[in-house]
């Protein structure tokens, strides 16, 4: 048999290969053509809905070319001023740019970054001491005789005395003492009082002697649960949500700077209770006992019974013993002295003796029982101590009350050195 031509085998082969290429070829290029025919016939449909949702939209992408063709065939016809020009041009830039501005429209988002701003921080704040408060070292002598003084301390007591017959209407108790010469004078001073927030004082008194044994640091802290203030205000259930924590100095001070009954109340759990600590200031007086009821009447005329009483002698023997414990223990009770001079609470007890003069005091008020009390240490010419009780018709006429009564004292202090 005859053998097959090889050159023409090859180009038999070469012949296949070139029709299955042009094949594949076709087939690639009807499947990009149908592809591309079905993307098209997709971006037509989607236009639609895209001008029906977003009209604004649509066409604006082209707007600067259109208006350009459209400038073309205008300036064949007619010129645009430049000025007319650039307004267009601001227009349209406007047109374009303003579907791309960000825009959070979103009220909980909003509220979340408010709450964000507002959370309380629960950990207690950092108490920061304020430079110390001292007393004058030395006073001068005074300038008249005993005699003459004897005469004008009675002089005083008749002042008040006769202020209270003008004002018999009010409950008034007054008690003075004089710190460098133990000197006396006391009108109504054994009379029950409700002292209010002045409690503070035998209270932290209480509080500082037990921190000189070691019982506890100021840091040791207490939790606010949102409870309200007992038997009073509370300048914690004021301003904090529940959860916020307080170091026990935190709450020493607010107590006496800003008759905190909560602030109060905090020492005193944590002392173990009034009860707990009744020993201690009883020892240092207890005239009348504030852990056991007692009957008096008030200044409407109506009979009162209950606890949580004292007097105004009781207060200027917590003030007096204070002097005394500061004097010989600093240290221990300068923070308590501190307090009382950085006191925010308003009397009427600087009115008479004026800015000039260091004066420490803690207020108290009980609103139930129109009760306003005032214990003050002044240091004047000589150093003493004032408290004030009045039950009266409003916490103004309490501090004007103050004010006149102090002003006999400061006017007796000041005629013993003219």
């Known amino acids: 048999m005859k053998r097959p031509n090889p050159t023409f085998l090859t180009k038999a082969v070469e012949i296949k290969e070139k029709r299955h290429n042009r094949i594949k070829i076709a087939v690639i290029v009807i499947v990009i053509l149908s592809l591309l025919t079905i993307f098209v016939i997709k971006v037509a449909s989607m236009q639609e809905i895209y001008r029906e949702q977003f009209p604004d939209l649509v066409g604006a992408g082209t707007a600067t070319t259109a208006e350009t063709e459209g400038s073309t065939e205008s300036e064949e016809s007619e010129e645009i001023p430049a000025t007319e020009t650039a307004e267009i041009s601001e227009e ?16 909980e988002t909003e509220d979340a970054e408010e709450t964000e701003d507002t959370e309380q921080n629960n950990m207690p704040d950092t108490f920061i001491e304020a430079d110390p408060v001292s007393f004058s070292g ?19 007591k008749q002042d008040v005395l006769n202020y209270l017959d003008e004002y018999s209407n009010e409950r008034i108790a007054f008690r003075y003492i004089n710190l460098a010469s133990n000197e006396t004078l006391g009108i109504n001073d054994l009379e029950p009082i409700v002292p209010g927030g002045a409690i503070s004082l035998p209270v932290s008194i209480a509080y500082y002697e037990r921190i000189g044994k070691g019982w506890t640091v100021p840091t040791s ?21 529940a959860g916020k924590q307080f170091y026990l100095r935190t709450c020493a001070n607010l107590a006496v700077t800003m008759n905190d009954n909560l602030a109060l109340q905090y020492m005193l ?16 007086s207890s005239y009348i006992n504030y852990t056991e009821s ?36 600093p240290d221990l009770y300068q923070p308590l002295i501190n307090d009382m001079a950085a ?13 000039d003069t260091l004066i420490l005091h803690v207020s108290g008020t009980d609103v139930e029982y129109s009760a306003y009390t005032d214990v003050a240490i002044i ?37 013993c050195h003219s």
């Open 92 to 107: 349209t830039t406007e047109e374009v740019l303003a579907p791309v501005v960000a825009q959070d429209d979103n009220p």
């Open 138 to 156: 030395s006073y001068p002598l005074q300038t008249i005789s005993h005699e003459d003084r004897d005469v004008r301390l009675d002089q005083l």
């Open 221 to 241: 802290t207490v939790t606010y649960q949102g409870e309200d203030a007992p038997e009073g205000s509370s300048y914690i259930a004021d301003t904090y949500e």
């Open 269 to 284: 759990e944590a002392m173990g209770g009034l009860e707990n600590n009744w020993s201690t200031i009883s020892s240092i």
């Open 294 to 329: 007692v009957i008096y009447t008030d200044y409407a005329g109506e009979l009162q019974r209950g606890p949580h009483r004292t007097s105004a002698y009781d207060l200027a023997a917590y003030a007096e013993y204070l002097y005394t414990a500061y004097i010989n223990d």
């Open 343 to 355: 006191s925010e609470k308003p009397t009427g007890i600087r009115t008479a003796f004026g800015e």
């Open 379 to 415: 240091d004047a010419q000589e150093p003493v101590v004032l408290v004030i009780y009045c039950e009266c018709s409003s916490a103004d006429r309490a501090a004007t009350i103050q004010a006149d009564l102090a002003t006999y004292l400061a006017r007796y202090l000041s005629y």
